[in-house]
């Protein structure tokens, strides 16, 4: 695998950044406007995806490899228990309490800076999900048959 | 009537991945199942002349977050709506894991038949 | 919503194609035309959110669907399972339709949601009281990160063990116990 022409090299390179901030876009804005975590993080797996498509797999794995692929998805996992459990340790509430809102109600609705823990929930979600499926795209992509089908019975 | 045609589409999923022989072919109807599932569950809330549940700036009320009653009573369900956004990213995942599973037993057998792989004979 | 009613039967025709048809490759693409159709539904039913993440889902889910059938010689398989099986499964079919007619006379009429008729329903406080509880202008960013968030974080083990299965699964390392046994 070891890339395309010269013309989808250069297109894709264009086009990669525009759609990792388009990704970055709907993970951040996700309490406003339509997306969110799972959106995002799909956006941004996937422009990692047309890397390897265009480029080779070679390529993307020097930039990203599989064991920070799943760094950043471990990190990401951690961070949502994380946001989870500091809402249990303020005040007498429960698990998941949006204690950033509920107890400083800083920020104005429709604003950015506004309602509490869910735009780091969302920033955390789209981590794990764009680095789970960058990853498992990789492991396909690695995967070779070595050899034929010797083991025919 | 959308409903039964909803249902219809879950049938055509349900057939093909009973009846045929092709391993490929049974994670696409497992996969046609899942999109008439999300459908009818989206169906379910869904208004006639509603709008989406996303409050804008006509619709805020009061300086604390009062929305207006006109959101509330044209808003469409934003339950189902929730609940089908993770379904979606989990059908991606179990896709992956049936697509590996496909790839693994190919690799093994030399076909994708899956009457002719004696190992699965029950 | 005329148009609705025609992209459901553009739906239905390609699950349709998608399932009978003999070539692997044109099945896959027909299934890229069914996630299509059903993103522009989602959107036609006032679900943003989910045309959003169903259309980019798609795109990768064809990826690896196409990454299966591609570069495998593409035998043929026509025919089906034996006729004893094949006729047990259609009777279970045509049960399961027939449960399911009893069940479409309890619904409402497409266009009522059930919601709006209970006073107390669950919605009801999401919509009236969500900008208010937690500030977020979309509601479902809401509700899935605030109100449910057990839902979201259940979802994330799910996604997690389907991750590690699919890798597990595919690594090299199995296929070198599977070769020489002692």
Same mark, same amino acid.
């Given at each position: 695998? &070891?890339?395309?022409?010269?013309?989808?090299?250069?297109?894709?390179?264009?086009?990669?950044?525009?759609?990792?901030?388009?990704? +970055?876009?709907?993970?951040?804005? @996700?309490?406003?406007?339509?997306? @969110?975590?799972?959106? @995002? @993080?799909?956006?941004?797996?996937?422009?990692?995806?047309?890397?390897?498509?265009?480029?080779?797999?070679?390529?993307?794995? &020097?930039?990203?490899?599989?064991?920070?692929?799943?760094?950043?998805?471990?990190?990401?996992?951690?961070?949502?228990?994380?946001?989870?459990?500091?809402?249990?340790?303020?005040?007498?509430?429960?698990?998941?309490?949006?204690?950033?809102?509920?107890?400083?109600?800083?920020?104005?609705?429709? &604003?950015?800076?506004?309602?509490?823990?869910?735009?780091?929930?969302?920033?955390? +979600?789209?981590?794990?999900?764009?680095?789970?499926?960058?990853?498992?795209?990789?492991?396909?992509?690695?995967?070779?048959?070595?050899?034929?089908?010797?083991? &025919?019975? | 009537?959308?409903?039964? $045609?909803?249902?219809?589409?879950?049938?055509?999923?349900?057939?093909?991945? /009973? /009846?045929?022989?092709?391993?490929?072919?049974?994670?696409?109807?497992?996969?046609?199942?899942?999109?008439?599932?999300?459908?009818?569950?989206?169906?379910?809330?869904?208004?006639?002349?509603?709008?989406?549940?996303?409050?804008?700036?006509?619709?805020?009320?009061?300086?604390?977050?009062? /929305?207006?009653? $006109?959101?509330?009573?044209?808003?469409?369900?934003?339950?189902?709506?929730? $609940?089908?956004?993770?379904?979606? /990213?989990?059908?991606?995942?179990?896709?992956?894991?049936?697509?590996?599973?496909?790839?693994?037993?190919?690799?093994?057998?030399?076909?994708?038949?899956?009457?002719?792989?004696?190992?699965?004979?029950? | 919503?005329?148009?609705?009613?025609? !992209? !459901?039967?553009?739906?239905?025709?390609?699950?349709?194609?998608?399932?009978?048809? %003999?070539?692997?490759?044109?099945?896959?693409?027909? =299934?890229?035309?069914?996630?299509?159709?059903?993103?522009?539904?989602?959107?036609?039913?006032?679900?943003?959110?989910?045309?959003?993440?169903?259309?980019?889902?798609? =795109?990768?889910?064809?990826?690896?669907?196409?990454?299966?059938?591609?570069?495998?010689?593409?035998?043929?398989?026509?025919?089906?399972?034996?006729?004893?099986?094949?006729? =047990?499964?259609?009777?279970?079919?045509?049960?399961?339709? !027939?449960?399911?007619?009893?069940?479409?006379?309890? !619904?409402?009429?497409?266009?009522?949601?059930?919601?709006?008729?209970?006073?107390?329903?669950?919605?009801?406080?999401?919509?009236?009281?969500?900008?208010?509880?937690?500030?977020?202008?979309?509601?479902?960013?809401? =509700?899935?990160? %605030?109100?449910?968030?057990?839902?979201?974080?259940?979802?994330?083990?799910?996604?997690?063990?389907?991750?590690?299965?699919?890798?597990?699964?595919?690594?090299?390392?199995?296929?070198?116990?599977?070769? %020489?046994?002692?």
């Amino acid at each position: 695998m &070891k890339g395309m022409t010269v013309i989808v090299k250069t297109i894709s390179s264009w086009v990669k950044v525009l759609i990792f901030l388009f990704g +970055i876009y709907i993970v951040i804005f @996700g309490h406003l406007t339509p997306g @969110g975590g799972f959106a @995002g @993080g799909v956006i941004l797996a996937s422009s990692y995806v047309l890397l390897m498509l265009a480029f080779g797999r070679e390529f993307v794995e &020097k930039n990203l490899s599989l064991g920070v692929a799943s760094k950043l998805d471990c990190v990401g996992a951690l961070l949502f228990a994380a946001i989870a459990l500091f809402g249990m340790a303020y005040g007498a509430a429960s698990f998941f309490y949006n204690f950033l809102q509920q107890q400083y109600q800083y920020g104005q609705p429709l &604003k950015l800076a506004s309602a509490g823990t869910i735009p780091l929930s969302n920033i955390a +979600i789209g981590l794990k999900v764009g680095a789970s499926l960058f990853m498992v795209i990789l492991a396909l992509s690695t995967f070779r048959p070595n050899g034929s089908v010797e083991q &025919k019975e | 009537m959308p409903y039964a $045609l909803c249902f219809l589409l879950f049938m055509i999923g349900l057939y093909c991945a /009973v /009846v045929k022989k092709n391993m490929v072919k049974i994670v696409i109807g497992i996969m046609v199942m899942e999109y008439a599932v999300n459908l009818f569950l989206i169906m379910l809330g869904f208004r006639t002349h509603g709008e989406a549940p996303i409050v804008g700036k006509e619709h805020i009320a009061g300086p604390a977050g009062q /929305v207006s009653s $006109l959101f509330i009573n044209t808003s469409v369900d934003p339950l189902p709506q929730a $609940l089908v956004l993770t379904a979606i /990213v989990i059908s991606l995942g179990s896709l992956a894991l049936m697509i590996s599973i496909c790839i693994r037993t190919y690799e093994k057998y030399g076909t994708f038949d899956i009457t002719q792989i004696r190992r699965l004979r029950g | 919503m005329a148009i609705f009613y025609i !992209l !459901l039967l553009f739906v239905i025709i390609a699950a349709i194609i998608a399932v009978e048809t %003999d070539n692997l490759l044109s099945s896959v693409i027909c =299934v890229g035309a069914i996630g299509f159709g059903g993103s522009l539904m989602f959107l036609f039913l006032r679900a943003p959110d989910i045309a959003i993440t169903q259309i980019v889902v798609e =795109v990768l889910g064809l990826i690896i669907l196409i990454r299966a059938t591609i570069a495998r010689d593409l035998t043929f398989i026509t025919g089906d399972r034996e006729f004893f099986g094949m006729v =047990v499964s259609m009777v279970i079919i045509f049960t399961i339709g !027939l449960a399911a007619i009893r069940v479409f006379e309890t !619904l409402p009429h497409f266009g009522v949601p059930i919601f709006a008729m209970v006073p107390e329903a669950a919605s009801q406080t999401y919509i009236s009281q969500g900008l208010q509880k937690t500030g977020a202008a979309n509601i479902v960013s809401s =509700v899935i990160l %605030d109100f449910r968030a057990y839902d979201t974080l259940g979802e994330a083990t799910v996604l997690f063990t389907s991750i590690i299965g699919a890798t597990v699964i595919l690594r090299k390392k199995c296929k070198k116990l599977l070769e %020489d046994p002692d």
